[in-house]
């Protein structure tokens, strides 16, 4: 079975700073990836998501992602973050040939300040 | 856009009533989950549909059943509701394989007095 983990449960950064959100995982097949975001007081949004191919992931607002198979890694990161990125990220995994269901990481919560 | 709409934002409930939130889909999606979400937690998987009348357990299935009697509709129900479910619940959807992301609806914030 696969599992997540998410390094930071909070991560600080200034206005126009960039960020890097960690996430690793463990699985002994090959895996689909999904970072998703949760602003405050709504539902989880996909913001990018791994398949096959090319392993630099880019997604909405600005974020991209990048997978490294042998360090089993999927971190998240923006080059300059805004106020309004505040909010909870979490990674998800799934693996390829098995269940539908994913396997989330227990979340980022990233706090831009002014 | 896929479409998953959850009946209530805030719900208020009293310490043993039946309750029940529920979740509809607009995307034909085979696929439905519902989750509860507490701080430092995650989201914790409490019952999935994988198709019409089909329902399986999640990770934390104890004090909580569900109903699929349409393919756009995903009922969770709290048969007795205890304080300690006071939280918040997601219901999602996705199409057949893992290879497809889930859709969420905006949350129903649940507290049980």
């Known amino acids: 079975a696969q599992s997540v983990t998410q390094l930071d449960s909070q991560v600080p950064v200034f206005e126009e700073a960039p960020v890097e959100l960690r996430c690793n995982y463990s699985?002994?097949?090959?895996?689909?990836l999904f970072w998703y975001v949760q602003y405050p007081n709504q539902g989880l949004q996909l913001l990018l998501k791994?398949?096959?191919?090319?392993?630099l992931v880019k997604g909405i607002n600005g974020f991209e992602a990048e997978f490294n198979k042998s360090q089993t890694s999927f971190h998240l990161r923006k080059p300059s973050v805004h106020i309004s990125d505040t909010a909870e990220y979490f990674c998800a995994v799934s693996e390829l040939g098995g269940s539908y269901i994913p396997t989330f990481g227990r979340g980022t919560s990233l706090i831009v300040h002014p | 856009d896929v479409k998953v709409t959850q009946s209530s934002r805030y719900l208020v409930k009293r310490t043993g009533e039946k309750v029940f939130l529920e979740c509809v889909q607009d995307m034909d999606h085979e696929n439905m989950f519902w989750y509860r979400q507490d701080p430092g937690l995650g989201l914790r998987l409490i019952y999935f549909s994988y198709d019409v009348k089909m329902k399986e357990k999640g990770d934390i299935p104890e004090g909580y059943s569900v109903s699929r009697e349409k393919k756009e509709r995903f009922s969770l129900i709290l048969e007795s509701a205890s304080t300690n479910q006071t939280s918040m619940y997601l219901c999602?959807?996705?199409?057949?394989?893992?290879?497809?992301?889930?859709?969420f609806g905006d949350g129903t914030r649940l507290s049980i007095l």
């Open positions: 699985s002994s097949v090959s895996v689909y």
């Open positions: 999602a959807s996705s199409s057949g394989t893992g290879n497809q992301p889930q859709h």
């Open positions: 791994y398949l096959s191919g090319s392993t």
